[in-house]
């Protein structure tokens, strides 16, 4: 499948794969397209991430714990949850782009260098 490709899910709804730099890309032509770039240096980037995370937060605030899947929320609420989470994301990888980071690359090392910092526990 080509980056990018439509896809059709169980629920035949559509989906489309994009990669961290595909997003990045896009995050950069829509601030560039705006005039925003000025706007966007790192300290704003993060702070702005950081209030998208206090919106994130505050669904989960007074829930208690949660069932994976979440199988008791509305689906406004799951809705709700995934634009604060995407709000998060694309604040995240437009941070990283702006500071020239490779976010998918970091990410793949992090998880490596964790897997030896934390190896499985033997049975």
Partial sequence: MEEGEEI???????????????LARKLEEFAKARDWEKYHSPRNLLLAMVGEVGEL????QWRGEVDKGLPNWEESDKEHLAEELS?????????????????????????????????????
Avoid: H, M
Wanted: charged share 30%; glycine share 4%.
């Fill in 57 to 60: 937060s505050e669904i989960f």
């Fill in 87 to 123: 709000d998060v994301l694309l604040y995240l990888v437009r941070l990283a782009d702006v500071c020239g980071v490779d976010l998918g690359d970091a990410a793949t090392r992090k998880i490596v260098k964790n897997a030896i910092k934390y190896p499985p526990k033997a049975s």
């Fill in 8 to 22: 059709t899910n169980a629920e035949d709804q559509k989906v489309v794969e994009i990669s961290l730099k595909d």
